[in-house]
Structure formats: C-alpha cells, structure tokens
C-alpha cells in the first residue's frame, strides 16, 4: 500500500517540479546574461494562461492532431509513474524497463511529428523531419549507453541499477564515464536544449520542436509544452539514477522519503546549473553538424561498452 | 581490482578517447591540446604501472614522456604551425561519422587480437594492451585519412605513443636504454619533419600531401 502512495506522490512531484525546474534553467540563464528575470514560477504562468484560452484548430486538423497532446502528456505520467525518482522498486516499475521507456517516449514523438504534417503547413513538415532525423541518430546512441548501464548492473530495469551503484562496492568504472557522457549529449538532442534545437526561439529556418507544435493553440498547447517540460524532468531524472543514484530511498520505506526528496531537489539544482553552463557557452550548431554531435555520442556509449569488456 | 588498477582503467579509457578526439578533430591547436594530453594521460598510467609493480626506471620514463609528449613536442609543433602561418587552417574533407564507424570497429578488432595474450598474462596491466593496439592502429587510421602533413606527423606521435603504452602494459617498459633511444629518435624526428614541412611547402605550395601524387609537372 506504502509503494502505491509513494507512487502516487511521485507523479505529483514530477507534475509540479518539471515546471519549476524549467524555471529554475530559465532563471539562471537570466543572471548569466544579466536580464531581470519572470521568477521561477513563472512556467506555471504560461500553463495556466494556455489552459484559459480557446482552442483555435485548422479546418483539415484529423483526430491524429486532437488527439496528440492527450497522448503525449499521458505518456509522460505513465513514464513518472516507471522511473524511480524518489524510491527503488516502485509498483509500476515492473510493467517497463528502460527500453520500453524509450519505446514510450518514441510512441510520443512518432504522433508529434505525424500531427506536425497533419495541417499540411510547410513549417509542420519541416520540424517533423528534422525531429525525425535527430531522433533516428539519438535513439542508437541511447540504447548503447542504457546497454553499457545495463551490463554492470545485469539488468535492463531502472529499479534494479541504484542496488548494484549505491547499495554495491564502489568502483572506478571508465565505461559508466562514457555513458555518462553519451547520456548528457543525447538528453541536450531529444530534449531540445541549445546545441541542436533552441526551446525560446521561433525562428523559422532553425527550430525543430518549435515548428511541429507551431499550429497548437490554448489547452493542446498548454499540454505539449507541460510534457515537453517533464521530458527533461524525467530524462534527467534517469540520468540522476542511471548514474548517481545515491540517497534514493530503499522500496516501501515512507521514513525516508523525505530525504530522498531533499537529496532529489538539489540534485536537479546541479543538474539545472549545468545544463545552463552548457547553454551559455555554446551556440547552436547547423542542423547538418547534428549527425557529428549524435555520431559522438553513439562513439561514447559504444566507447563505454567496449572498455566494459576491455578493462573491467 | 585495487585502486592503482582501477585508476590505470581511467587513464587507459582517457588515452582511448584522446585517440579518438585526434582523429576527428579538424582545428590544428586543438589537435595539438589534446595529444598534449594524451601524453599526459600516458605518463600518469606509467607512472601508476611503476608503482604497482615496482619497476622504478618507469618513473624515469614517466618523466620522460611528460618532458617529452606534454611539453617539449607540442613546443615543438606549435612553433611550427606558428611559422607555417597554418594556425587558422581547418581541415575540410573529412568525413566524421565513417572515420568513428572504422575507429570503433578497430578497437573491437584489436580487442579481438589481444584476448589471448590477456588470458595467458598475470600482469595487472593485461587489460590495457588492447587500448594500446587500438591507439597505435587509431593513430595509423589517423596517417590515412588525414591529408595535411601536421596532422599526419601528430598521428605518427601518436602511433607511437601507443607502442608506449603496448610495452608499459604487457611487459611493464622497455629497458631503459631502448627507451631513451626512442625518446630521442622522436624529438630527432620532430626536427627533420620541421625541415621538411618547410621543404613541401616551398615545393608544393602548401601542406596537403594529395599534391604529392602528381608526379608531373602541370601540362
């Protein structure tokens, strides 16, 4: 019964923290340039506007484009209800490992870029193939660094990794370095941070998530953007537990979820600060160097699986 | 695995990846940062085999490469690209994404080719030879696809920095002796590559060695 309630607790911190984490980014992106800032809060502002306005939809939209907001962000809570955020073995961590995970958050993604060519406008369709060919280069170089985690811990399950890191002997391990390293690059390209896609621009020749969900209004719009928010909410969080899963409280133990969620909260600070380090001193590449970025990352994970047999 | 082993893995992975940045890295200073610290990374690996296994005259070698590898050479080479006036040069055809495709698959073929030297040896340093291999084979990757005489001269360093690293792994160092020999056949090497650099460019009218091929003069 604990596990359901710590479950349920999890998806609500996951719903209400993925906007303040984005504001938390946005805020510190505000000091390192020397802007005034909207306030942390601020994301939740947005939300709530888009939620009041009218949705206005194009007369040839199919159900697809209805229909994709709803399924991207209930995509987003089953995948806060599978990642073990604040506590190990949650009840519904059985029902996917980490390559259904992917699997979920490409079902997402396969019905975005669909419902971008729905309208048929050009912008639609450029942003889908672009989405796609980023896609078709991150999700290899994912499932290398997941496999290279996966290999020390002998288990694709999210749940079972924290047992074999925190709980285990601790290890230099040369293979988790380059996974780690791999991770970051790829979570820069799917969640559509600065070096491949910019999430606070419109402009037309280089957005990519932008262009798909250009045609979204009021309530659609207001959920797309909250999914997209914990994207990098959850995308993080497998790489906090993936790789630094210390302090995450042990399966069914209410006692020590507090901690944990203390331990979790300045966890993604860190993380929150060094994703705007990385913003801040690099530009966005063409969209053709974004092979190069993404075959690097698949040379790191695939780095990181070899030196796992070579010198472990 | 003990500590020392566990930080000589780190350093071997560094040197494996170091390998990697100098193949696909196309501007001439940051080719030249990181085989500055590919040779650092090598020095701290065979100064760590030294202490493990108790071999002292590593600890010379380890000073050597670091006097050698981090300081003197990139000097050596910086001076040159400086004299060249090729500092701003960034390589063109160079296809990234294939060169990674190859580079991996000769690491895993080099691992392949070391196993069964890894399962007779009682080394702790048995598992590095493999990375050495595939340092020595990146750096020759390296010398083929490269067509800029620098960078191929830095993939020869940096073939030989694997071999470095093959001798400290599988039979902890050279002799003394040989290692000095080549330490100074290197540094004698970077003096005549210097001259010739001079001499094909004066010749050819610039560094790319594709013009070597044309054996005639232009009709």
Not at chain 1, 113 to 142: C, K, W
Not at chain 1, 161 to 180: E, K, N, Q, T
Not at chain 1, 231 to 251: D, E, M, R, Y
Request: glycine residues 6%; neutral net charge; contains cysteine.
């Amino acid at each position: 019964m604990t596990g359901f309630l710590i479950e349920i607790l999890q998806v609500l911190v996951v719903l209400i923290g993925a906007p303040v984490f984005v504001g938390w980014i946005r805020t510190l992106k505000c000091w390192t340039q020397s802007r005034s800032t909207a306030g942390i809060l601020q994301p939740y502002r947005d939300i709530l506007k888009l939620f009041h306005k009218d949705i206005m939809l194009a007369e040839n939209a199919s159900w697809i484009f209805r229909f994709t907001p709803y399924l991207v962000f209930g995509v987003s809570v089953l995948a806060a209800g599978i990642i073990p955020i604040l506590s190990v073995d949650l009840p519904l961590a059985k029902t996917a490992d980490v390559i259904a995970l992917i699997a979920l958050f490409a079902i997402a993604r396969f019905f975005i870029a669909l419902a971008g060519m729905d309208i048929g406008t050009a912008f639609g369709g450029m942003g889908s193939s672009r989405e796609m060919m980023i896609a078709s280069l991150a999700e290899p170089a994912m499932l290398m660094a997941i496999f290279t985690v996966s290999l020390i811990s002998q288990s694709t399950s999210l749940s079972q990794i924290p047992h074999v890191i925190a709980y285990g002997d601790f290890i230099l391990r040369p293979s988790m370095a380059f996974a780690l390293l791999a991770f970051i690059l790829i979570t820069l390209a799917e969640t559509g941070r600065i070096p491949v896609d910019n999430p606070a621009t419109h402009l037309e020749l280089t957005m990519i998530h932008e262009a798909m969900i250009l045609e979204y209004s009021g309530k659609h719009l207001a959920l797309i953007e909250w999914a997209g928010m914990m994207k990098l909410f959850l995308f993080t969080a497998i790489g906090i537990v993936a790789f630094f899963p210390w302090g995450i409280a042990p399966s069914d133990n209410m006692a020590a979820i507090p901690l944990a969620l203390f331990l979790m909260i300045i966890k993604f600070a860190v993380v929150g600060t060094g994703i705007v380090l990385i913003e801040t001193g690099l530009a966005k590449m063409r969209i053709f160097r974004v092979s190069e970025f993404l075959g690097s990352a698949f040379l790191f994970a695939t780095l990181g699986m070899l030196s796992y047999f070579i010198l472990e | 695995m003990n500590l020392a082993a566990q930080i000589n893995s780190v350093m071997a992975a560094l040197i494996l990846l170091t390998s990697f940045g100098l193949l696909v890295q196309r501007r001439m200073y940051a080719l030249l940062h990181i085989f500055a610290w590919q040779g650092l990374f090598l020095s701290i690996s065979t100064a760590i085999v030294g202490y493990v296994s108790g071999t002292h005259h590593l600890y010379i070698s380890s000073v050597l490469t670091l006097v050698l590898k981090v300081i003197l050479l990139p000097y050596i080479l910086h001076i040159l690209i400086i004299r060249l006036q090729i500092h701003k040069e960034v390589e063109t055809t160079i296809n990234v994404p294939t060169t990674m495709l190859i580079g991996i698959a000769l690491v895993i073929f080099s691992y392949h080719l070391t196993s069964p030297i890894r399962e007779l040896s009682t080394l702790v340093t048995r598992s590095t030879i493999a990375v050495a291999l595939a340092t020595v084979m990146l750096g020759l990757l390296m010398m083929i696809t490269r067509k800029h005489a620098v960078t191929q001269i830095i993939g020869f360093l940096s073939m030989e920095n694997g071999l470095f690293f093959a001798a400290t792994s599988a039979t902890y160092g050279m002799p003394l002796v040989v290692e000095l020999g080549v330490g100074l056949d290197i540094l004698i090497a970077a003096f005549i590559f210097g001259i010739f650099f001079f001499q094909i460019r004066t010749t050819f009218d610039g560094l790319d060695v594709d013009q070597m091929a044309k054996l005639k003069e232009e009709d």
